[in-house]
């Protein structure tokens, strides 16, 4: 069987990797991929967003399963594309991807649904966002570009003038381009945010082990959000009877409302929580595995993605059997460039990476490299790497990975040195 993984960050190494070791498969393509991938899987030099090109090579080379990784393409059509020319693709169709392409698709499909979510206003123009923020209370608000802004466009603001400032950088002076053109207000949450992710053929929901995220760039949670300094896998904060009520209330009426909408919803359904004194509330979905949290979560998965995949695919997930998963937690560290989120500088030679090959229990997932002209690996993005390791309990899972990074070195890198914290806090105050 050959497989073809829409990509090129860590999320599609991840994918690539898990998918290559099914018995079922004899090669694994990526599309553009990046050097983690190449070692992993095969390359191919296709844009993404070139959907013609990415159906003729899928057609020549009898690609028999297409797995889509990132949220452009998804929210771009690249499932309807494909599934119009036979293809098998695991992924939501652009209708559905519009759960996570529109911040205001999203929170009016929460409404719909009754789903627990923060209060909210919707923009299409910047005059009426900041006549809005004068006539309200001097509170902290989020602000939120509607469209996809790479994980940055959402801004936590802690009074009116950082929400003006907010609006005035989203919708005039366009930083992130047309994602500012509408925008989502709504009511700052308290507390930890999780990530429920499932996978749902529009019947049947697969739910995920919980994750935890680190958006902000800096230790203790400060800093500018990015797109995830890290990730751990299973998030204590989410136990087994929040997890079913997350499952009951949150995700199946989310699929429900989607086929009520005529969207019904195939692939990974991501949901971003707030979890506090307020409850459980949802801030946000994505439409795909999220980056990093795909890392250590596929790294525990011991049943075949593929046959998950295709089951999904299939509309036959209610027949699959259980999911395996390995019972150790594992914790994923970002390793980024000087400057990210802002501008970066790169083509720095990367070193340490074959020393970290031969650790037990430890896999470095690439996101943004390259090969130079000397052959050297060199980072080539802001998110460069994400060190993944397993532990016997996450404060270990946390000392392997930072055991790995401390070996890998490149001019100016650097990394949250917090990831996994608030989940070993929660350990050690449990025993």
Not at 10 to 37: C, L, Y
Not at 73 to 96: N, Q, T, W, Y
Not at 314 to 337: F, N, Q
Request: charged fraction near 25%; include cysteine.
């Amino acid at each position: 069987m050959k497989v073809l993984v829409i990509g090129g960050g860590g999320r599609e190494h991840a994918m690539a990797w898990k998918i290559s070791q099914s018995p079922r498969v004899d090669r694994v393509f990526v599309a553009p991929g990046n050097v983690g991938t190449f070692f992993d899987a095969e390359n191919i030099a296709i844009n993404p967003l070139d959907f013609p090109k990415v159906i003729q090579f899928a057609k020549e080379n009898k690609v028999e399963l297409v797995a889509v990784g990132p949220e452009q393409p998804l929210c771009a059509g690249i499932v309807d594309a494909l599934r119009s020319e036979g293809l098998r693709v695991f992924g939501p169709s652009k209708a559905a991807a519009q759960l996570e392409g529109s911040k205001i698709f999203c929170k009016n499909t929460l409404k719909a649904g009754l789903i627990p979510t923060a209060d909210f206003a919707t923009f299409t123009d910047a005059d009426a966002a900041m006549d809005y923020l004068r006539n309200r209370d001097d509170l902290p608000v989020v602000v939120k570009a509607d469209g996809l802004a790479a994980g940055k466009g959402v801004y936590v603001c802690k009074n009116r003038e950082e929400a003006l400032q907010a609006v005035q950088e989203m919708s005039v002076d366009m930083k992130f381009g047309q994602a500012g053109t509408k925008l989502v207000i709504e009511e700052k949450l308290d507390g930890q945010e999780a990530s429920v992710l499932a996978i749902t053929d529009g019947k049947t929901i697969l739910t995920l082990p919980p994750c935890q995220d680190h958006k902000a760039a800096w230790d203790g949670d400060k800093g500018p959000n990015t797109g995830g300094m890290g990730a751990y896998c299973p998030a204590p904060l989410v136990d087994e009877k929040m997890l079913h009520w997350i499952e009951e209330n949150i995700l199946v009426r989310t699929v429900h409302v989607m086929n009520r909408q005529e969207c019904p919803f195939s692939g990974v359904l991501y949901a971003g929580l707030m979890i506090g004194r307020q409850g459980v509330k949802v801030l946000e979905y994505n439409t795909r595995f999220g980056d990093p949290e795909c890392q250590p979560l596929l790294m525990r998965l011991k049943t075949d993605l593929v046959d998950i995949m295709e089951a999904t695919i299939d509309r036959k997930l209610d027949k699959l059997g259980t999911v395996e998963w390995d019972p150790r937690p594992t914790v994923g560290v970002v390793m980024a460039s000087d400057g990210y989120p802002g501008k970066s500088e790169y083509g720095f030679p990367i070193s340490g990476l074959d020393e970290v090959a031969k650790m037990p229990d430890v896999k470095v997932f690439h996101s943004g490299t390259q090969v130079n002209d000397k052959g050297e690996i060199v980072n080539a993005g802001g998110r460069v790497l994400t060190v993944t390791a397993f532990g016997d309990s996450i404060a270990l899972a946390k000392k392997n990975a930072y055991e790995a990074v401390r070996k890998i070195r490149w001019e100016r890198a650097w990394c949250r040195h917090d990831i996994a914290d608030k989940a070993i806090a929660m350990e050690i105050g449990s025993n």
